[in-house]
């Protein structure tokens, strides 16, 4: 793996991404929908807007690459697209010394072929890539290349696009903000510019001078001024040139030539380039301050009384800073009782962390340097923290001389939340007026897109609004829809036919109802219509909305679903559906046949009211049905009434739709299979088993001679074969009948049957042959055992018809692998044996020569 070099311009490059604000934003539609776009067009299964930091790769958006949020940039592709100003693209990495060795290429996700193209900001820095991957080596062609090009571009315009709206929104906010401010101070403001004159003044500011709206815009601000105190002004403005904000006393002159003492706050306004534009006066009438600083000795009692009353803290502190005076809700406000009242106590209720700072405000505001106005917190002695506003005033006698402080405390604990959901309410506010302006600017587009027809008609049935469809469907222009009615749209046949819902909809009704509309092409299709009143304010009809839907294939649907239902009652297999967790949703008639439960049995309850027999089927079925969508088997499920039955189930996935709200579903489509299985039995017994004795037949014992001779390959095995023909049945069979004859040999099976382990095999071959299979055989000396215990049993005198019989049995015995290796040389040498017990008196046994050639076969 060979890094990429870094960018040339990287210190600016990445200054640049960091100013965009989105690495580690949350994912936006617009981005995901580039990714999707570069994956359809160049036909790949992975794509990325990859934004590259100092040390990773940061994906904004990403197809393919699940879990996957960034990666080291040493390793990424994209390190080396980012510094040109074309495609770059890697037709097979494997190929590639650069790639060849990389992780990602020789692990997760695999990359094979690599091409991305740069994201280039206006200011010429590249940022990142938009990038596709596949997993097999491949290229794209121009048309491709061109697309991820044009992709890229577009991504990097949103980056910026996105960036811009944050600032947009901000300023906004901030000049919606001032502009409040301005228009609801109780202050009077004026903004003057250089020539003096007033180009903006608030609503206090009217009320102030006398002026009815709008009055004291470009008229001259000296007109305001007394003449004695136009000096005064003047320099007050050459000092806030030097960047000064003043404030102070003066006089100001109403349009009636009344005189106001007031007091001034001058801010100098300067543009975006620093440039002096004029100055921001704010005035505050204190003419009553001053008639009421003359009265104040004869109403201070009247004073405290009052403020007593007032919701906020009212304090006067003298000229040494302690207390003179304070009300109770001063002291509610800091929980300070009357007798502790004092300086050092008030410090000790402000926060810690704000004390110094209102201390040092407190020392700015003596002298009347600035006025006091603090926000800070309070701690109640139980701990409880709260937010007051604390404003004061410095108190001078009428030469000027300081007395003190009087001030104001408000606990803005609450108001602060309220004012907090406030700004939020306003912000959402404006952001949904912002949205409600590009729906609007969307509705036409929307209303085009839709397949049905849209429009609005006015009251008086003349056309204010129809979408594209509607007027492709009419044949109308946009104008000519403007100029037309509703008679005129539809006609007059089916003006008539419309009319009662026109009149039911202005009356104020929804109108629903369906007609048959000839479409375009002349074809006859059914249509949904809907009529909805639009009313205003005082609930009188203004217009009609209109939409019409074209159910025809909704129609042909309807019917299906009715076939299917249909269906789903006559079928004579049981159907049952369930939810993803497996409880029952519906189930059918035959459902109920078959099981016994009813629908109200079962509705809402697992489907495990069948019971469960086999758990691990079941947790097959459950797989299958999880990785494969379907399972075919049979389990053994229960009736209502505690009957067993083998179920022959078909259960598959009905998948959920998450676009529809759709749920996933399973359906179980079953019958009963339980006489079946009785009768495959029955047929598989009667295939393997002799008919008359119910012992093996000729081709269970050749399938399990052949399965313990194949298992000597792997482990070590003793087996013998023992042939036997009974002797003298032939006579009893002639004498007593072949029905008798039969039951003599079910007796002998019998007998027989007593005698073998059950690991061992008796079969009849047909006739009066049998012959037993042993497993493990001990040796010669337990055979003979075993044959000897075979004649005695078979030699008992047996009752047939009356008639007491008897017969016995000739055995041949051969032994694996002294006698034969095969199934046909082991029964060929056991037939043989038997011969010779025949041969040899009968009723007795003989073992295989050890010196035949069968031995070898």
Request: proline share 4%.
């Amino acid at each position: 793996m060979i890094p990429a070099p870094l960018r040339s311009d990287e210190d600016r490059a990445l200054a640049a991404l960091r100013a965009l604000q989105v690495l580690d934003s949350p994912p936006e539609p617009e981005f995901d929908a580039l990714v999707r776009t570069a994956a359809l067009v160049c036909g790949v299964p992975v794509s990325a807007i990859s934004l590259i930091d100092a040390q990773r790769q940061w994906f904004k958006a990403q197809l393919g690459l699940t879990g996957l949020d960034e990666a080291p940039r040493e390793t990424a592709f994209c390190a080396h697209a980012v510094l040109g100003e074309t495609v770059f693209e890697v037709p097979d990495a494997r190929l590639d010394p650069r790639f060849a060795d990389s992780p990602l290429v020789l692990a997760a996700p695999h990359i094979r072929f690599y091409a991305g193209a740069p994201l280039r900001l206006s200011g010429g820095e590249h940022v990142g890539t938009l990038c596709v991957i596949d997993r097999e080596p491949r290229q794209l062609d121009d048309q491709q290349r061109e697309v991820l090009q044009q992709l890229a571009l577009a991504a990097s315009q949103m980056l910026e696009g996105r960036r811009a709206l944050r600032i947009e929104r901000h300023a906004m906010a901030e000049a919606s903000r001032a502009a409040a401010l301005l228009q609801h101070s109780a202050d009077a403001i004026l903004s003057i510019d250089t020539q003096g004159l007033i180009r903006r003044a608030n609503a206090a500011a009217e009320r102030l001078f006398g002026a009815a709206p709008l009055q004291l815009l470009g008229r001259s601000h000296a007109s305001l001024v007394p003449e004695s105190f136009q000096a005064r002004e003047q320099n007050n403005r050459q000092a806030l040139s030097a960047g000064e904000a003043l404030s102070h006393e003066s006089e100001r002159l109403r349009l009636d030539g009344q005189r106001l003492l007031v007091s001034v706050t001058l801010v100098a306004e300067h543009d975006l380039d620093g440039g002096e534009i004029g100055v921001t006066e704010f005035i505050r009438d204190i003419t009553a301050r001053e008639e009421a600083a003359q009265a104040l000795a004869l109403s201070a009692e009247r004073f405290r009384s009052l403020s007593d009353c007032v919701p906020v803290g009212v304090f006067q502190v003298d000229r040494g800073g302690q207390s003179g005076y304070t009300n109770e809700q001063w002291r509610q406000i800091y929980q300070i009782a009357p007798a502790q009242v004092s300086h050092e106590t008030w410090l000790s209720r402000i926060h810690p962390e704000d004390r110094e700072r209102v201390r040092q405000a407190s020392q700015r505001s003596q002298g009347g340097k600035e006025p006091f106005d603090e926000i800070y917190r309070v701690v109640w002695p139980g701990g409880e923290v709260r937010h007051v506003r604390s404003r004061a005033q410095e108190l001078q006698s009428l030469r000027g001389e300081p007395l003190g402080f009087v001030g104001m405390v408000e606990d803005i604990t609450e108001r602060r939340v309220f004012e907090a959901q406030l700004v939020q309410a306003r912000d959402q506010a404006r952001a949904a007026a912002q949205e409600a302006l590009e729906n609007a600017r969307l509705l036409r587009n929307i209303t085009d897109a839709v397949p049905g027809l849209v429009a609005y008609w006015r009251r008086d049935l003349s056309c204010r609004f129809a979408s594209r469809s509607f007027e492709e469907w009419y044949g109308r222009s946009r104008e000519d829809m403007l100029r037309l009615s509703v008679p005129d749209v539809l006609g007059p046949e089916a003006y008539e036919r419309t009319r009662p819902y026109l009149e039911g909809v202005l009356a104020g009704q929804v109108q629903t109802f369906e007609r048959s509309i000839r479409r375009p092409d002349g074809r006859l299709g059914q249509m949904l219509v809907h009529y909805v009143p639009d009313t205003d304010a005082r609930g009188e009809v203004r217009g009609i909305f209109a939409v019409a839907s074209d159910v025809s294939s909704l129609k042909t649907a309807q019917r299906e679903l009715q076939l299917a239902a249909s269906v789903f009652s006559a079928t004579v297999d049981a159907v049952m559906v369930t939810d993803a967790q497996g409880l029952i949703l519906s189930v059918n008639p035959a459902f109920t046949a078959i099981t016994g439960f009813e629908p109200a049995d079962v509705m809402g309850r697992s489907a495990d009211v069948l019971g469960r027999d086999d758990r691990a089927l079941e947790a097959q079925a459950r797989e299958a049905l999880r990785t494969q969508g379907h399972w075919q088997g049979e389990l053994w499920r229960r009736r209502k009434s505690g009957e067993a039955f083998l179920q022959w189930l078909d259960l598959s996935v009905i998948p959920g739709d998450p676009l529809t709200g759709a749920e996933e579903r399973q359906l179980h489509v079953f019958s009963d299979g339980t006489e079946q299985r009785r009768r495959d039995e029955r047929l598989q017994h009667l295939a393997f088993h002799d008919a008359l004795t119910g012992l093996a037949n000729r081709s269970l014992l050749m399938e399990r001679l052949g399965r313990l001779l194949g298992q000597t390959h792997r482990e070590r095995r003793e087996l013998a074969l023992m042939y036997m023909d009974l002797d003298g049945f032939k006579a009893v069979n002639d004498s007593v009948g072949h029905a008798q004859g039969d039951a003599l040999l079910r007796q002998v099976a019998a007998r027989m049957s007593t005698l073998v382990r059950d690991t061992d095999t008796l079969a009849r071959l047909g006739g009066d042959e049998f012959v037993l299979l042993l497993d493990q055989a001990a040796g010669p000396q337990e055979l003979e055992l075993v044959a000897g215990r075979l004649i005695e049993a078979v030699s008992q005198p047996m009752v047939l018809a009356g008639q007491s019989v008897v017969v016995g049995v000739s055995v041949g015995i051969a032994r694996f692998p002294q006698h034969g290796r095969t199934v046909e040389g082991l029964m060929r040498a056991a037939d043989l044996a038997m011969y010779a017990a025949k041969a040899a008196g009968r009723n007795c046994w003989q073992f295989a020569s050890d010196e035949t050639p069968l031995a070898a076969s």
